[in-house]
């Protein structure tokens, strides 16, 4: 009896302090809040431009999440932008899958992804969402050959690479290695080759398997192609898997004798030996910013055409294009955006972004990162057009 | 009678340099970090002085270092929020349960919190994303917080369960036979008591919540632009900062994530140091 009153004596005073502790924790928020927010922190440089838009500009920002390859450029997008517009923008470097993830619930404004929409999202978006390639990659072929003279360049043909990772070429000095190096007969060792690939789900590798399928159909065949896959050298224990660009990398300078392949950007970043690959009309094309352009060039009709048509395929269409000089293997990043947002603030702010991104964005391009063609950037420049506020 | 002593010496200073030995390995790790941590460190530290810490962080293209400050400014302020929110939970529970022990609710309790301190940090993270964050649309210092608050609350509760748990009998005792309820002899006699070590139990939750990066992932948002942006938007964390920074391919990205490793470490150190000072304060 006493015990119980005394309970409930104890729980009335128990109470009495967890609400005045509540009180005190939202005053204590509260006060934060409005003592942190007040000074609002404007960034390093006041823009210099006058303000021909909004006079609220600096109220609106604009966010976005995803890939992790077009991170570093972004920031630098996003820097620039904030310092000259005076429209801050920030991008968080999450990996597609959860950018997508974001930006698909409506908790930033764009995402980054390297895959464009799949058919079948592409199908349940259409219309509502548009694809905006904003930076070009390609995917470099490295190796490990350590009696190769210096100066020389390892030639690879699309078969051949399919070939290797099948573990159906088995030897460096397979004749069918010779018959395109012929230059390199005395050299290349009868050592077996050891193929790296990623260990993680990679854009790269489905970039990668994306060439590999369009340059040799038969050898290299549709349910090889993804952002991971069941390599088949792996079956035959001339595989060896690496995780993230840096993994492959590192496997590739520890293993002689070894192949691997890596993101453009990351293979000139840390100097790599790149091979180079015939390409549709025969000719050895190593990857460098000349060669990717004539690529691109010579995709553009193929391409879509608007932000709003089905992306799914342009990876694919865009592989072993024509051109003497085009180097085969290429892709884009893009960004995604809704066609509508409620804010018009927001609206215009994206439209500005967009804008600066394919035009004077394309002068800002960080080391390793290759900028549009302009005949690939007016296909994205549409979309500022079609944003519109609903 | 004489040799069995020696084999016994023997045995024991082979036992004794095993274990040195052991301690040596154990030691040396954590000797490792803290020295790669201050040489690479410093040296961004002293090249950018104060301004490390009040200054945006770099772009690539960027020549100088830059700083941390919105990392900086969002860590101190989502820690001291998730301290906030877990501090008087943590407080009401642990009191709770060591004064009801066979109490049905204690159970409850013991068995929430142990559950909670076996979950992942990283799932953590998608729950508050999945309610916090995509209910208010945006990520947030605040939805940060939350997450934080979480993981948290198991050290907080375990750090006051062994304060409360270490009031002599006696006083408690003596307490009671004074005809104090239990509340007032909290108030009047237990704080007072433990005050030094639930000051710990805080700096130490505090200084846990500084340092966790996973939780932050999905809910914190990244912060370039601006030093700070308000608890209801999107902010940084000097850990996850390092995280990002750290896995790119740019050399002042790397000496940016060294520089904010050494000032993670420094905070840490500094906390903890005071931590042990309190403790050996504590006089029953």
Not at chain 1, 44 to 68: D, H, N, R
Not at chain 2, 87 to 101: C, K
Request: hydrophobic share 45%; net charge positive.
């Amino acid at each position: 009896m006493s015990k119980t009153s005394r309970l409930a004596k104890a729980l009335s005073k128990t109470s009495i302090i967890v609400v005045a502790s509540l009180v005190v924790v939202a005053v204590v928020a509260v006060v934060v809040y409005n003592f942190m927010s007040a000074p609002q922190v404007t960034p390093t440089t006041t823009p210099t431009t006058t303000p021909t838009t909004t006079p609220t500009q600096s109220q609106v920002l604009i966010s976005g999440a995803g890939a992790t390859f077009l991170a570093p450029q972004m920031l630098e997008w996003a820097r620039s932008f904030t310092e000259i517009k005076g429209i801050r923008v920030e991008y968080q470097s999450v990996g597609s899958g959860a950018g997508r993830d974001m930006f698909f619930n409506k908790v930033v404004h764009f995402a980054g992804s390297d895959p464009p929409l799949s058919k079948e999202l592409y199908s349940r978006y259409r219309g509502e969402v548009m694809q905006i390639p904003v930076v070009v990659g390609s995917v470099a072929i490295i190796y490990n050959l350590p009696n190769l003279p210096e100066g020389t360049t390892l030639c690879l043909s699309g078969e051949v690479i399919a070939l290797i990772y099948k573990g159906e070429i088995r030897y460096w000095n397979d004749e069918r290695i010779l018959a395109i190096n012929p230059g390199l007969k005395d050299v290349l060792p009868s050592e077996e080759i050891v193929a790296v690939h990623r260990s993680d789900s990679s854009g790269t590798t489905s970039v990668f398997t994306t060439y590999l399928n369009k340059a040799a159909p038969d050898t290299w065949t549709n349910d090889l192609v993804g952002l991971t896959v069941d390599w088949p050298v792996d079956r035959v224990g001339r595989g060896v898997g690496g995780k993230g660009n840096e993994g492959v990398t590192q496997v590739v300078k520890t293993t002689p004798y070894s192949i691997g392949y890596v993101e453009l950007s990351y293979a000139i970043t840390q100097r790599l030996p790149t091979a180079a690959i015939k390409n549709l009309e025969g000719v050895c094309v190593k990857p460098t910013e000349e060669t990717i352009k004539s690529a691109l060039i010579n995709a553009v009709g193929e391409l879509p055409q608007s932000p709003l048509d089905d992306w799914s395929d342009a990876l694919y269409r865009m592989m072993n294009t024509r051109g003497s000089n085009s180097y085969p293997i290429v892709s884009f990043s893009y960004i995604f955006v809704y066609k509508k947002y409620a804010d018009a603030q927001l609206v215009q702010a994206l439209k500005e972004f967009i804008r600066w991104i394919l035009t004077d964005g394309q002068k800002r391009m960080v080391p390793g990162y290759l900028p549009l063609p302009s005949e690939v950037a007016s296909i994205g420049l549409k979309a500022v057009e079609l944003l519109e506020v609903g | 009678m004489y040799r069995s002593m020696t084999s016994r010496k023997v045995r024991n200073y082979i036992m004794v340099i095993v274990m040195v030995a052991v301690s040596f390995l154990y030691v040396t790790p954590l000797i490792s970090i803290i020295y790669t941590a201050v040489e690479r460190g410093g040296a961004v530290l002293v090249e950018t002085g104060l301004k490390f810490l009040t200054d945006l962080p770099p772009t690539p293209l960027s020549t100088s270092v830059g700083g941390i400050a919105p990392a900086l400014i969002g860590s101190l302020l989502a820690s001291a929020l998730a301290i906030l929110i877990t501090t008087p939970i943590a407080f009401l529970m642990a009191f709770y349960v060591t004064e009801f022990p066979r109490h049905s609710l204690s159970r409850v309790c013991e068995v929430v919190v142990r559950a909670f301190s076996g979950v992942p940090s990283i799932v953590v993270s998608m729950f508050i994303y999945s309610t916090v964050v995509m209910s208010m649309g945006t990520q947030s210092l605040l939805a940060g917080s939350l997450a934080l608050a979480i993981v948290t609350l198991p050290y907080t509760y375990v750090y006051f369960t062994s304060a409360f748990r270490s009031i002599p009998e006696s006083l408690r005792e003596a307490a009671m036979s004074l005809g104090m309820n239990r509340v007032r002899a909290l108030i009047h006699v237990y704080v007072g008591v433990l005050r030094r070590s639930l000051l710990t139990g805080l700096l130490m939750s505090y200084v846990r919540a500084f340092g966790d990066t996973a939780p932050l992932l999905f809910t914190m948002g990244f912060l370039m632009n601006a030093v700070f942006a308000g608890v209801l938007q999107q902010s940084n964390a000097v850990p996850l900062m390092i995280f990002v920074y750290a896995l790119s391919p740019y050399e002042n990205f790397h000496r940016v994530a060294w520089g904010a490793t050494l000032v993670l470490l420094i905070i840490y150190l500094a906390l903890f140091t005071v931590s042990r000072v309190l403790v050996r304060g504590v006089k029953l």
